[in-house]
C-alpha cells in the first residue's frame, strides 16, 4: 500500500510540473503575440489591389499597387493597420 501511495505521489508531482511547464509555455506565446501597428504607420491613397505582375516589365506604380495589396492581407491577419 506504501508503495502506491508513493507512485500515485510521484505522478501527481509529474502532471503538476508538466501543467506549469504548459502555463510558462502559454505565457511565453502571449508574451509574444503580434500587436498590430498603429493606424498612422501606413496610409495609402489610390491604391488598388493587384496580385498578378510581370517581372521583366513592372512598374513602380504596379509595385505601389502589389505593396497595397500586401498591407491589407496583413491588415486581415491583424498585423498592421491601413489608414
Same mark, same amino acid.
Given at each position: 500500500?506504501?508503495?502506491? #501511495?508513493?507512485?500515485?505521489?510521484? =505522478?501527481?508531482? /509529474?502532471?503538476?510540473?508538466?501543467? @506549469? ?5 502559454? &505565457? ?8 498590430? #501597428?498603429?493606424?498612422?504607420?501606413? =496610409?495609402?491613397? /489610390?491604391?488598388?489591389?493587384?496580385? @498578378? ?5 513592372? &512598374? ?24
Amino acid at each position: 500500500m506504501a508503495d502506491e #501511495l508513493i507512485a500515485a505521489k510521484g =505522478t501527481e508531482n /509529474n502532471l503538476l510540473q508538466r501543467i @506549469t511547464k504548459l502555463e510558462d509555455r502559454i &505565457a511565453q506565446l502571449e508574451k509574444n503575440q503580434l500587436q498590430p #501597428l498603429t493606424p498612422s504607420a501606413y =496610409t495609402v491613397t /489610390n491604391g488598388s489591389v493587384d496580385r @498578378t505582375y510581370n517581372a521583366n516589365t513592372v &512598374a513602380v506604380a504596379e509595385l505601389a499597387d502589389i505593396v497595397y495589396c500586401i498591407l491589407l492581407d496583413l491588415e486581415t491577419k491583424g498585423i498592421v493597420s491601413v489608414a
